[in-house]
């Protein structure tokens, strides 16, 4: 039997098709039906979203407690409560408060690396907060949490089943619990883009396919790995089409495929003003030589030569920790990405378009290695997007010793990377 189109259900309740044609669309559920099914995420993100906050304010105003009366990289300790979130402005928040404020000509040959949606939102909501471009900065990147947390536990139900709000609930719960979970909070795209992302996705999966192409074109403008949201569409389209199984269904595919179109908008919009602005549309690409990432490699060598620079380290401390940590990162989420396809914990066929989202999120940092001695940089960072991985790690928190197991280890590890990164240390 074909497989049929999925219509505004989640894949586990369409119905099939014994002719091999696309089933009748359902109903629209009626705007009741539809508060009632967000409500719980709303709940559930919510409350995820405003305990991590409070967490972070804590270690925040705790942070100098290590460095009473020793020196630190960050300054002084601040004078008041309020200059304590000055020490979130760290490394790239820097640029995008720039880029916000002053804009990309400040910098043209290292500024354009940085995609503009961000900072064209901390510009727009600078003016409206008091203080300086860091509160906007981090009052978007806060809002954008909260954002993905709520539609992340929304897909999550999708994906478990409307009755396991537990497994829902411990999947956003990992996600804040991940040692590099902060920079969802600070100032950069990570939350951002995981919510244009997860947006996206979903609707991917209701066949809301031009939403899914419109927000996912904000994506790209937001981080480059937003373009591998099109080899996603494509691959969800023609498996709810039914192409996979036949072949023939290819001919029948609709119109509304062309949203497929919409996903590199954003990233095509951006090179159109680096043309305008800068005489060169591939600017950002050029850019990001500054940065240390020069081309494409095979993403065994970035493993290949990480391995090396731990081998001829003279300690496993210190720079040897920043490639343990990137490298069990990189090679951690494609484990789980390979689960989330095969064996126990497996999220099954209806879900294997997050599998191919997940490991396309790793596969392009791991072929574009910086070309300094830490081939696998901030990789702790750019797996924060896998989505199918944190839905494994949910599957398999239902074992209660794994749950207590991951919950402080994760937990510990980011409030000791936390602390590094408010004293200007580089995490990732």
Not at 157 to 186: K, N
Not at 423 to 428: K, L
Request: glycine share 6%; with cysteine.
């Amino acid at each position: 039997m074909l497989e049929p189109m999925i219509v505004e259900t989640p894949p586990s309740q369409s119905n099939g098709s014994t002719d091999g044609s696309t089933p009748a669309a359902s109903p629209a559920p009626s705007a009741g039906v539809g508060m009632t099914r967000w409500r719980s995420s709303v709940i559930a993100g919510f409350w995820t979203w405003f305990a991590s906050l409070l967490a972070y304010a804590l270690v925040t105003y705790l942070s100098w407690i290590p460095y009473y009366q020793v020196p630190s990289r960050s300054g002084p300790p601040p004078a008041r409560l309020p200059s304590l979130l000055e020490l979130w402005h760290q490394w790239d928040t820097n640029w995008y408060v720039i880029i916000a404020t002053s804009g990309y000509e400040w910098a043209p040959t290292q500024a354009p690396a940085f995609y503009p949606l961000y900072p064209g939102l901390i510009r727009v909501l600078n003016p409206l907060l008091p203080g300086d471009a860091l509160l906007a900065a981090l009052t978007i990147s806060a809002i954008s949490a909260l954002a993905a947390l709520i539609l992340l536990h929304r897909l999550a139900l999708d994906v478990f089943g409307e009755t396991a709000g537990a497994d829902a609930r411990r999947a956003i719960f990992y996600l804040m619990a991940f040692p590099s979970a902060f920079y969802l909070i600070a100032g950069y795209t990570e939350s951002l883009f995981i919510a244009l992302s997860v947006a996206s996705l979903y609707f991917m999966r209701h066949q809301r396919w031009w939403w899914a192409g419109g927000i996912a074109a904000f994506a790209t403008a937001t981080r480059a790995t937003g373009v591998m949201l099109a080899f996603v569409f494509a691959f969800e389209y023609l498996r709810q089409t039914g192409v996979f199984r036949d072949p023939k269904r290819l001919a029948g595919i609709r119109w509304d495929a062309g949203a497929i179109c919409l996903v590199p908008v954003g990233i095509l919009s951006y090179a159109a003003f680096c043309w305008h602005k800068f005489g060169d549309p591939l600017i950002f690409v050029k850019a990001q030589e500054h940065w240390g990432r020069s081309g494409f490699a095979p993403p065994w060598e970035s493993l290949a030569r990480t391995v090396a620079e731990m081998v001829r380290a003279d300690t496993l401390l210190s720079h040897g920790a920043h490639h343990i940590m990137n490298l069990s990162a990189a090679l951690g989420a494609l484990l789980l990405v390979v689960l989330a396809v095969f064996g126990p914990w497996k999220l099954g066929e209806d879900n294997l378009y997050l599998a191919v989202f997940s490991f396309l999120m790793v596969l392009l940092p791991l072929s574009s290695p910086l070309t300094t001695s830490y081939p696998l940089g901030s990789m702790v960072r750019f797996v924060l997007p896998c989505l199918s991985a944190v839905f494994v790690l949910a599957k398999m928190g239902r074992n209660v010793h794994f749950d207590r197991a991951f919950v402080p280890i994760a937990a510990m590890a980011q409030g000791v990377l936390l602390l590094a990164f408010l004293h200007d240390q580089f995490v990732a």
